[in-house]
């Protein structure tokens, strides 16, 4: 089956560091994407992990733990602009073909 | 990066008539795109996948003679809603893959 996790709801400050778990169990596992969705809109690319490890891009970083199943997208130098869902979703490949698979996502809220 | 347009952006409709999405892929080529359904703070739940010249693969629970999906060319692909009711209202994304994967804007559909 297919089972990703990750916090409903966070809050930060402008200016500090947040880190945003996901967790997933999948029956075949091609790669983990993170997005970003403002209310209304579609999602938008962040991040790609495939291999284990850190993958740094700007203020975005992300991370893949394979064997854990477990990766995170830390956010650094928060900005009220990053107010937004973040999605984790995971490329599985159960049934021979690629297909992207979302978590609920994580609703952050970014303060003064 | 790719781009992917839908049309229309938003669209009300009647109890029980059918309404027509699409989608298509403006500066490349997609022999597969993907159709999520997004309901009021909740994720993307995958409905379908489209393949280009052959039936789409539905996902569990997806009535596939409700959700028409057609792929036509490498560059379009629809989904007809037929006999559409209110609980159908939602935010349909298409999405279509080329290395990484691309949404569309998304088309918020209201059915009175």
């Known amino acids: 089956g297919q089972n990703i996790d990750q916090p409903t709801e966070m809050t930060a400050t402008e200016g500090a560091i947040v880190q945003i778990n996901c967790t997933y169990q999948t029956s075949g596992f091609n790669g983990l994407f993170w997005y970003q969705q403002h209310a209304g809109e579609a999602p938008t690319f962040l991040s790609y992990n495939v291999l284990d490890g850190l993958e740094e891009k700007g203020r975005f970083s992300s991370f893949l733990s394979r064997s854990k199943g477990y990766s995170y997208l830390l956010l650094k130098e928060l900005q009220m602009k990053d107010s937004a869902s973040y999605l984790c979703a995971v490329r599985d490949t159960a049934g021979g073909y690629n297909k992207l698979i979302f978590g609920a996502g994580t609703r952050l809220a970014v303060h003064p | 990066g790719a781009v992917v347009s839908q049309h229309p952006s938003r669209v009300i409709c009647k109890s029980g008539t059918s309404v027509k999405i699409e989608c298509r892929s403006l500066d490349f080529q997609a022999t597969t795109m993907f159709w999520y359904r997004q309901f009021p703070k909740q994720s993307l739940m995958l409905m379908a996948t489209?393949?280009?010249?052959?039936?789409?693969?539905?996902e569990q629970g997806v009535e596939k003679d409700k959700f028409l999906i057609n792929h036509a060319s490498l560059t379009l692909s629809t989904l007809t809603v037929t006999s559409a009711h209110p609980e159908d209202s939602s935010f349909y994304i298409c999405?279509?893959?080329?290395?990484?994967?691309?949404f569309g804007p998304g088309t918020r559909l209201t059915v009175l």
């Open positions: 999405s279509a893959r080329v290395g990484e994967q691309f």
């Open positions: 489209s393949n280009e010249g052959s039936k789409a693969t539905y």
